[in-house]
């Protein structure tokens, strides 16, 4: 099982906890304009992607030894993107996506 590295654990309070359940009020994923694509090949479980994005949009699976992006409260921010420390994160436009989001026409 992977164990969250020590330097990547977050104290509570420094981050928003992921919505538990729905919370039509915080879904941000009609927002976004680019999502972030992950290559699992480079991804090394940094951990960066988790601790960096604002909407706390990716968690570990430690079943899986990997992590999972959580596209409803994605807002594209690309915050991941940028603090992603092997280039496994790439941003790619969201509308190229058969799910993309349609922003009006479809909210979600
Ligand atoms: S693009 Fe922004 S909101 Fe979406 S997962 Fe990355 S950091 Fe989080
Ligand atoms: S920041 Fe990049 S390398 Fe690190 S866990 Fe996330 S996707 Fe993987």
């Not at 420094?14 to 919370?23: D, H, K, L, S, Y």
């Not at 915080?26 to 479980?45: A, H, Q, S």
Request: proline share 7%.
């Amino acid at each position: 099982m992977f164990i969250i590295p020590k330097e990547k654990e977050v104290p509570l309070g420094c981050v928003t906890p992921a919505p538990i359940g729905e919370q039509p009020m915080m879904i941000t994923g009609n927002w976004r304009e680019y999502r972030p694509v992950i290559d699992r090949e480079k991804c090394d479980l940094c951990l960066n992607c988790m601790v960096f994005c604002p909407d706390a949009c990716w968690h570990l699976d430690e079943a899986e030894e990997a992590v999972v992006w959580n596209a409803k409260y994605c807002k594209g921010c690309s915050i991941c993107v940028n603090e992603c420390s092997t280039d496994a994160l790439s941003k790619a436009y969201e509308l190229d996506f058969e799910d993309g989001v349609v922003r009006l026409e479809k909210p979600f």
